[in-house]
């Protein structure tokens, strides 16, 4: 974390509260890296869900680009394949939303709430560490 | 789509209509109670914008269906399907699955990480000044398109349905969307969105409802009657697309334009959190997927009952399928339902893009560039109002000037050009590490300026507008090739040029699109 050393370095008691800084970056660190890990846990969910959409709409289009004579076919009286396939592209656009939407409803927004209080508890552990340190700074040496 | 002749005599589309006038004139009155009502409640930039945060998802996601489901989707696929079949079904589904990406990768970081325009969240950790010139131009680039498309059909379809002059068609549109957005800002605007969209999926089920009276409740006896009639050729696809590359652009722009209109993202502010945000793209996207299976048995009933062949004798483009099914069905009364519902259609997607394009003007370029983040207090406020003003008359000049223009064709390049100078930047700035703001700003200029440079090189420009023997770009939508050279050039400039403390700021970044702000 560029943006911690850097603070870290600032710092005018930078010596003095070295134990201290290497508390506050270990909790905050770990607290950064299970965030981290949530963001790419959604973004690899969101990744596989778009390119699941992009193939059903892309594998319609391309039906329909180079093998109309197929899209022709009948799969009962009144509905071709194609019609077929049209509404089903648009059922499946529901289906992806309603996947993603139940996947954060459930295991995301928990997530999130896990880390925001994780955080919290960093900041109010980094704090505890950085008074005593202002408090006894001959002992943390 | 919308190419609209004079009526033929047959039909009493085109002649003044009472009841059509009486529902215009209730729309009309409704939708400026509301404003009156929104105005004493839009008070501060928060309230002008996003409607002070206070607008639920499920409110959220009927007007997101409003801002998207313009007359081109109505009248339009409607009059494709029932003069050309199946292929009409290419944009039903082509213009719905751009909601899953929106919902995927930019619903919720754009709540999180911005206040009022897409350009917060691309600015928010990026040097602000460069990336919100940049995005402005993207943004009134895709605005302008659109707006014309809108002001375009309007003029047209009041003509038709009313017998009203296109031009003061044209005005009275211009005037109507300027009075919802001055005074009643978003909260205005969203609420005459919600109102169009009841009315429009309320319209179309009915008319849907009775268009399958006929035919036992049965779709398929529907289909079958127009294969019938028609040749098992109207359930295949035809004629429309005969250039696969084309068609794949097409496909490219209306799936990843959607997560780049303005008017679409700036609705992400006007909810509270992260997680209605969400919650109203997935109902956004119930509602205008069950609007796009009616168009279906709108466009195969509009075939069957009414015939290609006397639709286009009332308007070669198609487009006045479904308003002539309604006078089949439900008599005149019911056309003069239909074609005010038609009228909210443009009335609303028009103030929402005039509302989008004036938070560009005044939030991303006289707030935080000319004022540099710190304007006079109520002077955002004031240049918003301006800003709305020119709009509405800059947009009833070129709906003037641009006279009997195709619509979709025109809507078809604004989704390019969201596409190709909005999307890439907004998702890289989200998504990549690296994307340092020059990267982030030449993405949305070159990405607009490819897109409307080879839009002037196509067939529609070169061979059928300034009737020239060919062009030199063979695609009629450009997408396929500008979005990737938006992505290749963001990604490149960032390479070459990347921000001194961009790995700081992606951290604070990153937290921020999980927790919020904070």
């Known amino acids: ?141 | 789509m919308i190419a609209i002749q004079m009526p033929a005599a047959t039909s009493s589309i085109g002649q003044p209509n009472a009841v059509a006038i009486a529902f215009f004139a209730l729309f009309i009155a409704a939708t400026l109670g509301i404003t009156w009502w929104a105005a004493r409640r839009t008070r501060t930039t928060d309230d002008f914008y996003a409607a002070g945060r206070t607008v639920t998802a499920g409110q959220n996601g009927l007007a997101l269906a409003g801002d998207y489901m313009s007359a081109a989707s109505f009248l339009g696929i409607a009059g494709l399907v029932a003069t050309s079949g199946f292929d009409g079904l290419l944009y039903s589904t082509g213009w719905l699955v751009g909601w899953p990406v929106v919902l995927f990768l930019v619903a919720e970081p754009l709540r999180n990480l911005g206040r009022y325009t897409f350009a917060d969240v691309v600015a928010a950790r990026l040097n602000p000044r460069p990336v919100r010139i940049a995005a402005a131009v993207g943004t009134l680039a895709t605005i302008t398109f659109y707006l014309i498309a809108q002001m375009v059909g309007a003029g047209g379809l009041i003509r038709l349905l009313l017998g009203v002059p296109y031009e003061l068609a044209v005005v009275g549109v211009g005037f109507a969307m300027m009075a919802y957005v001055l005074f009643g800002g978003m909260l205005a605007t969203t609420w005459v969105q919600i109102v169009k969209a009841v009315l429009l999926l309320g319209g179309a089920a009915m008319l849907a409802l009775l268009v399958l009276a006929q035919f036992s409740f049965s779709p398929l006896a529907l289909f079958a009657a127009a294969a019938e009639r028609y040749g098992d050729g109207v359930l295949a696809p035809g004629k429309l697309v005969q250039n696969p590359l084309d068609a794949l652009s097409l496909g490219l722009a209306l799936m990843f334009g959607t997560a780049g209109l303005p008017h679409i993202l700036m609705r992400f502010y006007t909810v509270p959190d992260a997680r209605a945000a969400r919650r109203s793209v997935f109902f956004a996207t119930g509602l205008i997927g069950l609007f796009y299976l009616l168009t279906f048995v709108l466009g195969f009933g509009a075939m069957v009952l009414v015939g290609p062949e006397a639709i286009r004798a009332v308007d070669a483009g198609g487009n006045m399928a479904a308003p002539l099914l309604a006078e089949l069905l439900g008599g005149r009364p019911f056309l003069g339902f239909i074609a005010a519902v038609a009228f909210a259609t443009i009335l609303a997607v028009v103030a929402g893009l005039a509302l989008s394009g004036a938070a560009a003007i005044s939030h991303d370029v006289w707030a935080s560039v000319v004022r540099r983040g710190e304007p006079r207090p109520g002077e955002e406020l004031l240049v918003a109002r301006i800003a709305t003003v020119c709009l509405a008359l800059i947009a009833m000049a070129l709906g003037v000037v641009f006279k009997g223009q195709n619509v979709a064709f025109m809507v078809g390049l604004a989704f390019a050009i969201a596409a190709s100078g909005n999307f890439p930047a907004l998702l890289l700035a989200v998504f990549w590490p690296r994307t340092s703001t020059t990267g982030a700003a030449a993405s949305m200029v070159v990405g607009t300026v490819t897109t409307l440079a080879l839009i002037s090189a196509s067939p529609a420009i070169q061979v059928d507008l300034l009737q020239h023997d060919s062009a030199w770009f063979p695609l009629r939508n450009p997408a396929i090739v500008s979005m990737p050279v938006s992505f290749a050039v963001g990604m490149l400039v960032s390479l070459w040029r990347p921000d001194p403390d961009g790995a700081a700021r992606f951290a604070a970044l990153e937290r921020r699109t999980l927790l919020g702000a904070e």
Not at chain 1, 52 to 65: E, K, Q, S
Not at chain 1, 131 to 141: F, I, V, Y
């Open chain 1, 1 to 141: 974390m560029t943006g911690d050393d850097r603070e870290n370095q600032t710092a005018a008691t930078r010596a003095a509260s070295a134990h201290a800084a290497s508390a506050r970056s270990t909790s905050t660190d770990a607290a950064l890296r299970r965030m981290r890990a949530v963001a790419r846990t959604r973004w690899r969910l969101a990744g596989a869900l778009t390119a699941a959409m992009i193939v059903v709409y892309f594998g319609f289009l391309g039906l329909v680009a180079w093998a109309p004579q197929r899209l022709a076919t009948r799969v009962t009286e009144g509905l071709s394949l194609g019609v077929l396939l049209g509404a089903l592209v648009i059922v499946a656009a529901w289906l992806l939303t309603w996947v993603y939407v139940r996947w954060a409803n459930l295991v995301y927004d928990p997530m999130v709430a896990e880390q925001r209080a994780a955080l919290v508890n960093a900041n109010n552990a980094e704090q505890t560490a950085a008074l005593a340190s202002e408090r006894k700074p001959g002992e943390q040496r």
